[in-house]
């Protein structure tokens, strides 16, 4: 498990941006996972959402 301080050193190296950019590539490559392989459509949708909200979050940081 990670601590707080692991995360912040993430933050810190990678930058905000850069940390949402890959959790939102994260989930959507976690929704394909679940499509095509477990065809698991409703919860692939739902990483899909977190992909897209994450992406927005990020957007906003990027101003």
Known sequence: ??????IETLIENMS???V??????VCYEKA???RNNYQDL???RT???VGR??????I????
């Open 47 to 49: 990483w899909e959402k």
């Open 16 to 18: 905000l941006p850069g």
């Open 42 to 44: 409703e919860t692939a």
């Open 53 to 58: 909200a994450v992406g927005k979050i990020k």
């Open 20 to 25: 949402l950019s890959i959790l939102s590539q």
């Open 60 to 63: 906003k940081t990027d101003l």
């Open 32 to 34: 394909e996972d679940l």
């Open 1 to 6: 498990m990670y601590d707080k301080s692991e």
